[in-house]
C-alpha cells in the first residue's frame, strides 16, 4: 500500500541555517505531495503542495520540489528562524483512494538563538 | 468565529465516564474528519462524514462512536476508554472528498484527552 517516510527527528538547528527534512514516499500512479506544518499547541495548516511531477510548491520561504524518479519531496529553507520551530508532516493522496490523506509520521524541527 | 473550532481542548476522564468531543467549522465545506494524533506515529484517520459518503477505519474501536447531524458539526462520543487512548484528538474539514488531486484539510487546534 501507499506509505510516506520522514527522517525521525528532532532535527535541531541555529537560526540562519539551511534546513533539509526529507520526505520518500511509495505509491502507485501520480499522487499529490503535501507539507503541513504544526506549531505548538495548534491544529496542521497547510504549508505547500505539489501535484504534478516536477512541480515546485513554495510557501513561507519553504520550498519542496516533486522528483518522481527519486520518489521524493524534500522540504528546504536557506535561512531558518526560531519561529519554524514546529512538527512537519509530509503527506500524499491519490485518486484511487478517494483523496485520501496518507501521512508520515513528523519531524520535530528545533531552531535555537 | 471562523475556521474549525474543537471543545473542550483539554479532556480528562477515567475509564467508566462518557464524554463528547465537538468540532464545528465555518468553511462551507462539505468533509469532516477525525484524526488520532499519538506520539511518534503517523496521524491515524478514523471517520470521515462527507456529503457523499461516511468513511471509517475499520480498526477503530467501537468505543469511539461519530455524529455528524449537518455538514457543519462533528461529534465523537466516547465510552469506556482506555489509557492508549489518551492521544491528541483532531478535527479537520474540507471542501470534500473527491475534489481534485488537492483535496486540502484545515485543522483544528485538537482536544488532548487523557484517560485514567
Known amino acids: 500500500g501507499d506509505s510516506v517516510t520522514q527522517m525521525e527527528g528532532p532535527v535541531t538547528l541555529s537560526e540562519e541555517a539551511f534546513l533539509t527534512i526529507n520526505c520518500t514516499y511509495t505509491?502507485?500512479?501520480?499522487?499529490?505531495l503535501f507539507w503541513y506544518v504544526q506549531y505548538p499547541g495548534e491544529g496542521l495548516q497547510l504549508l505547500l503542495k505539489?501535484?504534478?511531477a516536477d512541480d515546485k510548491g513554495s510557501n513561507k520561504g519553504f520550498e519542496a520540489t516533486y522528483r518522481k524518479e527519486t520518489t521524493s519531496f524534500h522540504l528546504e529553507k536557506g535561512s531558518v528562524q526560531v519561529s519554524d520551530s514546529a512538527v512537519y508532516f509530509c503527506?500524499?493522496?491519490?485518486?484511487?483512494?478517494?483523496?485520501?490523506?496518507?501521512w508520515g509520521a513528523g519531524t520535530k524541527l528545533i531552531i535555537k538563538p | 468565529e471562523t475556521g474549525v473550532t474543537q471543545t473542550p481542548r483539554h479532556l480528562v476522564m477515567g475509564m467508566t465516564n462518557k464524554k463528547s468531543l465537538k468540532c464545528e467549522q465555518h468553511?462551507?465545506?462539505?468533509?469532516m474528519y477525525w484524526y488520532k494524533q499519538s506520539a511518534k506515529k503517523p496521524l491515524e484517520l478514523m471517520f470521515v462524514?462527507?456529503?457523499?459518503?461516511?468513511?471509517e477505519n475499520n480498526s477503530v474501536p467501537s468505543r469511539f462512536s461519530p455524529e455528524c447531524p449537518n455538514s457543519s458539526h462533528l461529534f465523537l462520543h466516547l465510552h469506556t476508554l482506555q489509557p492508549e487512548d489518551s492521544a491528541l484528538y483532531l478535527c479537520?474539514?474540507?471542501?470534500?472528498?473527491?475534489?481534485?488531486?488537492?483535496?486540502?484539510?484545515?485543522f483544528g487546534a485538537g482536544s488532548r484527552l487523557t484517560v485514567l
Open positions: 505539489a501535484t504534478k
Open positions: 468553511l462551507g465545506h462539505n468533509a
Open positions: 505509491a502507485t500512479g501520480y499522487p499529490s
Open positions: 503527506a500524499l493522496s491519490r485518486r484511487d483512494s478517494n483523496y485520501q490523506l496518507i
Open positions: 479537520a474539514s474540507s471542501q470534500g472528498l473527491r475534489v481534485g488531486g488537492a483535496n486540502v484539510l484545515t
Open positions: 462524514y462527507s456529503l457523499e459518503e461516511r468513511v
